[in-house]
């Protein structure tokens, strides 16, 4: 059973879970960038909840189904259309075999997982079917879909498999803005800046701009910072927001010669030279990718435990989706798993 | 490794620890690149990683920095920083004078005609519009030639430092004293295309460029050899996909267009292997005589 890319869209590739183990020699973790929308439209459809999917980037694609399939979608909202047919989001369809399925412009969100019965079965890199495209690595032949592409699905498990029709509990439906907050852990090299330029840099607002995408988040529209004036150190290079290369965190936040903030996601460049000023928490970083360009942002300060606060709450969330969705087992098993490795 | 329990004066013992969100700890050890700081981080993530502790899922050492990735579920912030504390403070009181690595020769076509063609095409984005990366390197390092410049670059070893950025790509500082290296600022603008296993330079950082795409170094010349294999099609690349672990020992040795061009057609072919031996650095010998250690390297290779 195949699908067969008639459009790719503007930036669709195959995603998961992503890859751990591997930003020592360079290779980022990858997968889904809203890691919740990826898990919910999974586990709506019946799916082990880090099946790879299609991650649909503000335009989707328009795939033939050469035999009949069942799917849902997660994250953005896009109207999916059956053979030109409207359908809703966030509930289990069913493609007939030979249709095809297209998107309507986005309407909330910027990205949109497209899971389908048995998952996208390309072949896992190193663990994970994500696509790393700098790399080349995993995914479908390591890069984005392209129109002629096609993508191989995996057997449907037939004992969990969700009857047409179900929906995402209202509770699970996410709910987009114009205007976000990011919260950020402060720290890295944020000593290196002017200290009215480090206040200022959370209390102004941020647009996203178009340079936005796996590898990184780039946004403008708010005061350059000021780094305070000093001798390089010896390797770091000129500028004042230059360091000697370094690791880069999922999350931190780059400000190269002071102007435009850049939030790594996970296709990050895993080191560099510029100056980091903070970190994305983790239970934000699925946001990041669902805000488009032009729409504004404002970074909040928030300390480890606050973090960690909202991390628990994440944790809880997803583990009220898997109920929710009569999925609980799985990680009662991580968890017993967790426990046996402590 | 062989621990010794001999201090080295000079060493800046500090760390800075620093949360990034709730999941990476960031340790620098040295804002200004040395070869000491190099060295403790190595040893302070060897170390680490042979402990095996629950909870640490990432280790990455760096030029004189380090990350760990960690699962604040399993292990608090506050437990990682006092176990580094104390592996830091075991490798500060038994430095670790050896090691164990291999020295790899890195055979490179300066001047070549591809990043040249590169390197024209960004010519607004230079310090110096009118000239190419290595004339303009050459003249600020105070080489009088470019023929000067790359004896300069290919004479000496080089320590990997870090393995990132992109898959792959290493990063070099040279095995010469400080009056020695070679210091570059990066672009004025960064490339958005570099060719394939380009050597460039930034700061005071050699590095091959992994694969093709966007870069701020300058550009120096090419490789034939592979160093990252995602195809899995290179005998001499393991698994993992990538050639270079940091601790390798690399020299770079000029090659001219028709020896590149054989090698490449063997690398296309499956069949190139690159020059490589065991080696033990040690890093008292280095500082009593580092054209020793030079020599030593040179040795081994063309023993091989």
Redesign the interface.
């Known amino acids: 059973m195949s699908i067969e890319v008639i459009k790719p869209g503007l930036a669709t590739s195959v995603q998961d879970a992503g890859r751990?183990?591997?930003?020592?020699?360079?290779?980022p973790p990858s997968g889904a960038m809203d890691q919740f929308a990826m898990r919910s439209a999974n586990l709506l459809l019946g799916n082990a909840e880090d099946a790879a999917v299609l991650e649909c980037a503000l335009m989707g694609p328009e795939l033939r189904f050469t035999q009949a399939c069942r799917i849902a979608t997660g994250g953005a909202e896009m109207v999916p259309k059956i053979d030109g047919q409207a359908h809703p989001n966030f509930e289990v369809l069913e493609v007939p075999a030979g249709s095809v399925l297209s998107f309507d412009f986005v309407r909330a969100g910027a990205r949109l997982y497209l899971a389908v019965e048995g998952g996208i079965d390309v072949p896992e890199?190193?663990g994970s079917r994500s696509t790393?495209t700098?790399?080349?690595?995993g995914g479908y032949e390591?890069r984005p879909l392209k129109a002629g592409d096609v993508l191989p699905i995996g057997q449907p498990n037939t004992g969990t498999r969700a009857a047409v029709g179900r929906r995402l509990p209202e509770a699970f439906v996410p709910r987009f803005a114009k205007h976000y907050e990011l919260r950020v852990?402060p720290?890295?090299y944020d000593h290196l800046l002017e200290e009215e330029t480090r206040e200022r840099f959370y209390q102004e607002d941020w647009s996203v701009a178009s340079e936005a995408d796996r590898i990184g988040y780039r946004f403008k529209g708010g005061t350059p910072l000021r780094f305070i004036e000093r001798e390089p150190?010896?390797?770091?290079?000129?500028d004042p927001s230059?360091?000697?290369?370094?690791?880069y965190?999922?999350?931190?936040i780059q400000v190269p010669a002071g102007s435009e903030p850049i939030i790594l996601h996970r296709d990050a460049?895993?080191?560099?030279?510029y100056a980091?000023v903070g970190?994305?928490?983790?239970?934000d970083m699925d946001l990041v990718g669902q805000i488009q360009p032009h729409q504004k942002v404002r970074f909040v300060e928030v300390s480890?435990e606050q973090?960690?606060d909202a991390?628990k709450a994440y944790?809880e969330r997803l583990q009220a989706l898997r109920v929710a969705l009569g999925q609980a087992l799985g990680d009662a098993r991580d968890q017993a798993l967790?426990q046996a490795?402590? | 490794m062989k621990p010794s329990t001999q201090h080295d004066p000079g060493q800046a013992k500090s760390a800075r620890y620093s949360a990034a969100g709730d999941e990476f700890l960031f340790v620098e050890l040295s804002e200004a690149m040395n070869l000491e700081a190099f060295f403790r981080g190595v040893s302070i993530t060897s170390r680490l990683a042979e402990r095996k502790i629950p909870g640490v899922t990432e280790i990455c050492p760096a030029n004189a920095s380090y990350q760990v990735r960690y699962d604040p579920d399993r292990l608090p912030l506050a437990r990682l920083i006092e176990t580094l504390e104390q592996i830091d403070a075991e490798v500060l009181g038994q430095q670790v004078q050896r090691l164990e690595t291999r020295v790899v020769e890195v055979p490179v076509l300066y001047n070549d005609p591809w990043t040249h063609e590169t390197l024209m095409r960004f010519r607004d984005r230079h310090q110096d519009p009118s000239g190419t990366d290595l004339e303009y390197a050459a003249r600020i390092n105070g080489f009088a030639s470019v023929d000067g410049f790359i004896e300069a670059h290919s004479a000496s070893p080089w320590f990997v430092s870090m393995v990132g950025f992109v898959a792959g790509l290493p990063f070099m500082y040279q095995m010469v004293p400080r009056e020695r290296q070679i210091e570059v600022p990066k672009y004025v603008r960064p490339r958005t295309d570099t060719p394939k296993q380009t050597v460039g330079y930034g700061g005071c950082f050699s590095c091959i460029y992994s694969v093709r795409g966007a870069g701020g170094y300058q550009m120096f010349g090419v490789t034939p050899m592979p160093i990252y294999d995602p195809s899995g099609r290179q005998p001499h690349i393991d698994d993992s996909m990538i050639y270079f672990r940091p601790g390798d020992i690399v020299k770079h040795r000029p090659v001219d267009r028709s020896e590149y061009d054989a090698m490449v057609a063997a690398a296309e072919a499956g069949r190139f292997r690159p020059k490589t031996a065991p080696f033990v650095f040690d890093l008292d010998e280095y500082r009593e005589a580092p054209e020793a250690v030079a020599r030593r390297v040179e040795e081994v290779l063309n023993e091989h």
């Not at chain 1, 751990?20 to 290779?27: E, K, P, Q």
């Not at chain 1, 460049?269 to 030279?273: A, D, M, Q, Y």
């Not at chain 1, 970190?279 to 239970?283: E, K, L, N, R």
């Open positions: 751990a183990g591997h930003y020592h020699l360079g290779i890199r190193l790393y700098l790399g080349a690595l390591g852990v720290g890295l150190p010896f390797g770091a290079g000129d230059n360091i000697v290369d370094a690791c965190p999922i999350g931190s460049v895993s080191g560099g030279g980091m970190t994305v928490i983790s239970a480890l973090a960690l991390r944790a967790g490795l402590d």
